[in-house]
C-alpha cells in the first residue's frame, strides 16, 4: 500500500445493540482498541446510539460514524436524520449506499448523490458503498457494476481534499455469508475504482482517497487484504460487534 494513505478500519453494527449494549460495547473498544498505531478507527452505531456512544469514545481516538443520513435539513420528514444532527453528536463519517439500503429500502443512486452532497456539505465525511451481486460477478460485469455505481453515486460531488471521500468495496455475495473475496478479487475491483476517482476527481485527490474492503472481513483475513495495493482499510460488520475481533483488526492494520 502506498505509505502516505492512513488505513482506515470502520465498524459497521448495523440494526444491533440497544443502548444499554451499545455503551457496553463502546467501552470495551475504548479499553480494548490499540491507540497511536497508525490507524484511523471509525465506529457507526445504530441512529439511536449514537449519543450515547459518542458520550463514551468522547475522550478516546475512537471517532463515529452514522449508518444512514437524510439530505434535506429539516422539517417533515418523519423518521429521518440530517447532517446537523450527526454533527450535534460529534459524527465525522456516515456510511451511504450500503446494499442491505438499495435492496431493502429501494435506494437509488441519485439518493445516495443527494446524501453525498449534503454529508460534505455538512463537513461529514460519506463511507460510499458499492458492490456487485454474485449474479453481476458470475457475468463477469463486476468492475463495470462498480464503477458505474461510483460515477452515478459521485456525480457532480466536489472535494477540495481526499479526506473528504471514503469508499467501500462490499461485494454483497460476501456480506454477512462467511465468504469473502480473495484479496486478489478486491484488489481488480478496488484498482478499477481508484482509476475511476482519478477521472473524477483527477490524480492528486483520487491517489489519497482511502478505499476499504467489507464483507466478512475479520481478524484471520485481514492482512491479506490490506497487502493490496488500493486497499486501504475495511467496513466491519459482524468482527466489529466483538471488542477483542475488533480491536484485533486494529492491531494487525497498524503491523
Ligand atoms: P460483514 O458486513 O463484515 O458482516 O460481512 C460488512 C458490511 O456489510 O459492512
Known amino acids: 500500500m502506498p505509505s502516505s494513505r ?34 484511523e478507527v471509525v465506529i457507526c452505531p445504530p441512529t439511536i446510539d449514537l449519543a450515547c456512544t459518542s458520550h463514551k469514545i468522547a475522550d478516546s481516538a475512537i471517532k463515529l460514524g452514522a449508518q444512514n443520513v437524510y439530505w434535506e435539513e429539516k422539517g417533515a420528514y418523519t423518521g429521518e ?30 439518493d445516495e448523490n443527494k446524501k453525498a452532497k449534503a454529508l460534505i456539505a455538512a463537513g461529514i465525511t460519506p463511507i460510499f458503498c458499492c458492490g456487485e451481486s454474485l449474479e453481476t460477478r458470475e457475468a463477469g460485469e463486476h468492475v463495470a457494476f462498480v464503477t458505474a455505481q461510483i460515477r452515478a453515486g459521485l456525480e457532480g460531488v466536489a472535494i477540495e481534499s481526499a479526506d473528504q471521500l471514503v469508499i467501500a468495496y462490499e461485494p454483497i455475495w460476501a456480506i454477512g455469508t462467511g465468504k469473502t473475496a480473495t484479496a486478489a478479487d478486491a484488489q481488480e475491483v478496488c484498482g478499477a475504482i481508484r482509476a475511476t476517482l482519478v477521472e473524477i476527481f483527477g490524480e492528486e485527490l483520487a491517489s489519497g482517497i482511502r478505499v476499504l474492503y467489507g464483507g466478512s472481513a475479520k ?20 468482527a466489529s460487534l466483538k471488542a477483542d475481533d475488533f480491536a484485533a483488526m486494529v492491531e494487525k492494520a497498524g503491523e
Open 6 to 39: 492512513t488505513r482506515l478500519i470502520a465498524g459497521n453494527w448495523k440494526m444491533n445493540n440497544d443502548v444499554p449494549a451499545a455503551k457496553e460495547l463502546a467501552e470495551a473498544l475504548v479499553e480494548k482498541v490499540p491507540a497511536g498505531n497508525g490507524v
Open 81 to 110: 436524520t440530517s447532517c446537523s444532527m450527526l454533527k450535534s453528536v460529534n459524527a465525522e463519517y456516515c456510511i451511504i449506499g450500503h446494499s442491505e439500503r438499495r435492496d431493502y429500502f429501494k435506494e437509488t443512486d441519485a
Open 219 to 238: 481478524p484471520e483475513n485481514i492482512a491479506g487484504f490490506l497487502a493490496e495495493e488500493d486497499v486501504d482499510g475495511a467496513l466491519v460488520g459482524g
